[in-house]
Antibody, heavy 117, light 110 residues
């Protein structure tokens, strides 16, 4: 059974950088899956942020592309999200997930990140 | 890429059938078989209910079914039960090689 767990600060200051880690168990980061970040807020609903394959290929939501970086650490079986220049609009529950053949099956439990001074 | 359009709410009595629509364009729903549906209970992560338009993952009740016609996908819940009360989201791959969610539908069991 694949399990994903998000971790990181729950509070980020405006104009700062949001950094989250997703730890994967039950599967290898080096598998053929795409490692995905999704967020959810009352204002925007569910929003796909982007994904990365262990080969290094990344795809980002154009609305966030200038501020987002997704990366992986194969040695730790983890992948990461960095979102720069955050504002209150980036306050959301952030989920990590895995996608196989265009199907996102496994999700983490989600972590709330609040942008506030 | 705009969110796919779903009705804000749908309701039904126990035992009835309801259908939730998800309208996109030829660049997403209409152009690919990669349409999924998720169920989300309050405070929980979304759960995959349907993938590739009409396939059910192992363990999902056969009361849930999916279909597509043109740019609109649909999720039907038959024999509605109290436990089906939740939010439902459609999700589609797009021609931009990214994914887009639907606006979400709140299902109420009367």
């Amino acid at each position: 059974q694949v399990q994903l767990q998000e971790s990181g600060p729950g509070l980020v200051k405006p104009s700062g950088t949001l950094s989250l880690t997703c730890t994967v168990s039950g599967d290898s980061i080096s598998s053929n899956n795409w490692w995905t970040w999704i967020r959810q807020s009352p204002e925007k609903g569910l929003e796909w942020i982007g994904e990365m394959h262990h080969s290094g290929t990344t795809m980002y939501n154009p609305s966030l592309k200038s501020r987002v970086t997704i990366s992986v650490d194969k040695s730790k079986n983890q992948f990461f999200l960095k979102l720069n220049s955050v504002t209150a609009a980036d306050t959301a529950v952030y989920y990590c997930a895995s996608a196989d053949n265009y199907v996102t099956v496994y999700w983490g439990q989600g972590t709330l990140v609040t942008v506030s001074s | 890429q705009s969110a796919l359009t779903q009705p804000a709410s749908v309701s039904g009595s126990p035992g009835q059938s309801i259908t939730i629509s998800c309208t996109g364009s030829s660049s997403d729903v209409g152009g690919y078989k990669y349409v999924s549906w998720y169920q989300q209970h309050p405070g929980k992560a979304p759960k995959l209910m349907i993938y590739e338009v009409s396939n059910r993952p192992s363990g999902v009740s056969n009361r849930f079914s999916g279909s597509k016609s043109g740019n609109t996908a649909s999720l039907t819940i038959s024999g509605l039960q109290a436990e089906d009360e939740a939010d439902y989201y459609c999700y589609s791959y797009t021609s931009s090689r990214i994914y887009v969610f639907g606006t979400g539908t709140q299902v109420t069991v009367l």
